[in-house]
């Protein structure tokens, strides 16, 4: 059964920082891309982050550029999101999700999702 849990999340002043884990089981992980979605309450599940299986390609939504960063580690089965500068606009619930293809930034393209983590950055 392939698991994928996120933690990491929580309520954090604009300008901080937090960083997000996702934590798989089930499936071999090196084979699968991983990618970062959010969803703000009221809008569409949108494309963060991917990062292929080596982490030598990574791709971002201009949102988060310079922002953000994916990384990975292949031996934990673990793939991170360091947001740092957080803004307002970036509270959503966060969402990994496994991908065989990179990079793909349409949600329905991914094969498997966790069950999010809520983020909230204060004003």
């Known amino acids: 059964q392939v698991q994928l849990v996120e933690s990491g999340g929580g309520l954090v002043q604009a300008g901080g920082s937090l960083r997000l884990s996702c934590a798989t089981s089930g499936l071999t992980f090196t084979r699968y891309v991983m990618g970062w979605f959010r969803q703000a309450p009221g809008k569409e599940r949108e494309f963060v982050a991917s990062i292929n299986w080596s982490g030598s390609r990574i791709y971002y939504a201009d949102s988060v550029k310079g922002r953000f960063t994916i990384s990975r580690d292949n031996a934990k089965k673990t793939v991170y999101l360091q947001m740092n500068s957080l803004k307002p606009e970036d509270t959503a619930v966060y969402y990994c999700?496994?991908?065989?293809?990179?990079?793909?930034?349409?949600?329905?393209?991914?094969?498997?999702w966790g069950q999010g983590t809520q983020v909230t950055v204060s004003s």
């Open positions: 999700a496994a991908d065989t293809l990179f990079p793909r930034t349409t949600s329905s393209s991914y094969n498997y």
